[in-house]
Each structure stands twice: as structure tokens, then as C-alpha cells.
């Protein structure tokens, strides 16, 4: 066992004024307000991670050689912090953060950062910055943990030098339109997301920049949001750009596509699949055909579908649209199991629930 690491603590000089804060949490959208502070740990080859802190969030000043700018080496992170319904502060799963983040790392071909400086960076800036978490029902802070490439040098090799940090953004429900509306998606034929051997299971920011034409496409045609079938055969379903996706059937049970390697293995897929199970559901992760979806939807047999991911929890797909045709699932609005499952994870998360896998770590 080794002691919890200790970061420096410089804080602001001005930190933004409670009634300014307070004003911005009312209605903070998703992404666009952040905190006063961030933390940072260095990474060189000669010292390893050194200097952990947590400091006045300011903008970073890089070189324009810096190799993440070129190349791309970059991963992320994306978890959250809930206010409790006895007040106190909590963080959910942390720990599958923490080591997913080394396995991002690892096909990055970027240092691992030990999991308990991932830990410990978002509990000090938790605790630091707990005030900036909105009391709306779906408020929370998103902490936004990345690293990059900051070796200064045009060759193409892993950078010697990296760059962790941790921002925090207060939020509230994803959508504009509520927090789970029904979303119309757009299947693909035109791009895929990740094939075998390549990145798709890693969180890096450079699957995300691979998917904004295919997102483009989607809106285009009137979607929320884009569905990536497999790169191979371009028939089985994937997932969304952020986000996985489960088949909720007649007979109860529910589907989600299995872990092979082209899909991010979500935390949130993880904790819905458990949940179900739980409630006695039958949850299969097997492969699902684009073709099938569409038969099982004009049957009725297919009654549900959703989306999941730490940003938008659980959100209901209502309409799919494709080159082929659109179809509609289960009437266009939110089902029964989808609701259940998400009000089942949004209590268990916010203190309102019991606990019994322990995925709760309390700091305040
Ligand atoms: C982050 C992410 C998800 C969802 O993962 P969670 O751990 O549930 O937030 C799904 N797909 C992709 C591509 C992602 O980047």
C-alpha cells in the first residue's frame, strides 16, 4: 500500500464571486460553465508523474510543436460528481475511470497514469470546487480528465513528455429539450466509427474527430444523434459517437452489442447491465443486425431502444433513420424499461437508492 499522493494546493486569487456562480447554475446547459480550479500532474521520462496540483484553471501556454497538436496523442476521461440527497458529495465509479484510462493509455502508447493519482486528482478538485455542483435534478459536476502529448518535437514516435489534467464543468441535463427526450439517430452507410485492431475501445480524442463528418451527415438529416454500424461487413450495430446503445424486446429481455474491441466499453452500459440483472432482467451482449433491427421493430418485437453515457445518463431513441427508410420504435416516445433503468441509476447515483455494488464513493 502506498499513501494517497498529495497535490499542491495554489488557490484562485479571484475565484468567481458566489452570486456570479451561483447565477450560472441555474440553467448551466452541458459543457460551457467550468470551475475555478484544475488539477495537473506532469509527466517526463526522466521523472515520471511528478508534481501533482490543483490550481487556478487558466489557459495553457504550448508550444506549437507541441506533438498533440500534430499527431494527435490524446485521451480523456468523462465522469461525475452528485451532490447527495443528505447534501453530501459523491463520485460514481471513479475507480473504472481510472482504469480505462490506463488502457486508453496503453493503445495510445502513452505512460499510465496509476490509478490512484486518476483518484485523487478528481476527489482534490471535487472537494476543492463542490460548490460548483447546480442542485437542479439533473445538475452534477462533469470532470473531464485528459492527457496530452507535450513533447516538443515533429518526429513521428510516442512523446517523451505528457500532460494530465483535470477540469470540471458544471451541468445540467444534455439535451436542450429536457433531460430524456426521445432522439431521432441516423444510421450510417457512408463512414464507420472503429475497426479491429484499431482504436475504437480507447477514449481518445481522435475517434471523436473521425466522427464529426458522420454527426454532420446525421444532423443533415434531421437527427440528433449518429449510429455506426461495424467497418467489416457494415451490418452489425455498434454504437453511437458517444454513446451505447440497448434493444429492449417483447419478452422483457434487453440486448446490447457485445465487447469486441471497435466499441467503448462504458461505464454506464456496464452499470445498466448490472442493474437490470439485478431486477431479474435477462441482458444479452450479443451482436445485432442493422437488417434485424429494422424486422423486429415493424413485428413489435422490438418495444425499446436507448442510448447511455455519463453526459446524457439514459436517453430513449425514438425514430431511426436510414438510406433505406426511417422507422419508428415502441410509438416514438420514452418506454417503460428505459424509464425504470434510468430512474433506477439516477437514484442510486444521487444517494436515493441503496448501494449494493458500492460504486459510490462519498467525499463530503
Ligand atoms: C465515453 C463514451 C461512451 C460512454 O461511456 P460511459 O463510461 O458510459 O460514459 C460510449 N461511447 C463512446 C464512443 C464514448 O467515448
Known amino acids: 500500500m502506498t499513501s494517497s499522493p498529495v497535490f499542491a494546493f495554489e488557490p484562485h486569487a479571484s475565484p468567481v464571486p458566489a452570486s456570479e456562480r451561483d447565477a450560472a447554475l441555474l440553467d448551466p446547459g452541458f459543457g460551457q460553465v ?33 506533438a498533440v497538436l500534430h499527431y494527435a496523442q490524446e485521451i480523456f476521461e468523462g465522469l461525475k460528481a452528485y451532490r447527495l440527497a443528505d447534501g453530501g458529495v459523491a463520485l460514481f465509479r471513479a475507480d473504472a475511470n481510472a482504469r480505462r484510462f490506463r488502457g486508453s493509455a496503453r493503445r495510445l502508447a502513452m505512460p499510465e497514469l496509476p490509478e490512484e493519482l486518476f483518484l485523487e486528482s478528481c476527489r482534490a478538485l471535487v472537494r476543492t470546487d463542490a460548490d460548483w455542483i447546480p442542485s437542479g435534478p439533473d445538475g452534477a459536476l462533469y470532470l473531464r480528465p485528459f492527457a496530452i502529448a507535450s513533447e516538443v518535437f515533429l ?5 517523451a513528455d505528457y500532460l494530465y489534467m483535470v477540469i470540471a464543468s458544471s451541468v445540467g441535463a444534455y439535451w436542450k429539450k429536457g433531460a430524456a427526450p426521445a432522439i431521432s439517430i441516423w444510421v450510417s452507410q457512408t463512414y464507420t466509427r472503429a475497426a479491429g485492431g484499431g482504436t475504437g475501445e480507447a477514449k481518445c480524442g481522435g475517434n471523436y474527430a473521425a466522427s464529426l463528418a458522420a454527426q454532420a451527415e446525421a444532423m443533415r438529416q434531421g437527427c440528433e444523434q449518429v449510429v455506426f454500424l461495424d467497418a467489416v461487413e457494415r451490418r452489425w450495430v455498434e454504437e453511437l459517437g458517444g454513446m451505447n446503445i440497448f434493444f429492449v424486446f417483447d419478452d422483457g429481455s434487453l440486448l446490447t452489442p457485445p465487447l469486441t474491441g471497435t466499441i467503448l466499453p462504458g461505464i454506464t452500459r456496464d452499470s445498466l447491465i448490472a442493474l437490470a440483472r439485478g431486477r431479474g432482467l435477462v441482458v444479452r451482449e450479443e451482436p445485432y443486425a442493422f437488417d434485424q433491427w429494422r424486422s423486429d421493430a415493424a413485428s413489435g418485437r422490438l418495444r425499446e431502444v436507448f442510448a447511455c453515457g455519463t453526459a446524457a445518463v439514459v436517453t430513449p431513441v425514438g425514430t431511426v433513420k436510414s438510406g433505406g427508410g426511417d422507422f419508428e420504435i415502441g410509438g416514438g416516445g420514452p418506454g417503460q424499461t428505459t424509464q425504470a433503468l434510468r430512474a433506477a441509476l439516477v437514484d442510486l447515483q444521487r444517494g436515493a437508492a441503496p448501494d449494493p455494488h458500492g460504486w459510490l464513493e462519498r467525499l463530503t
Open 34 to 66: 467550468f470551475t475555478d480550479h484544475m488539477a495537473v500532474i506532469r509527466y517526463s521520462r526522466e521523472r515520471g508523474w511528478h508534481e501533482p496540483a490543483v490550481r487556478a484553471r487558466a489557459p495553457l501556454t504550448m508550444d506549437p510543436a507541441s
Open 155 to 159: 518526429g513521428v514516435k510516442p512523446s
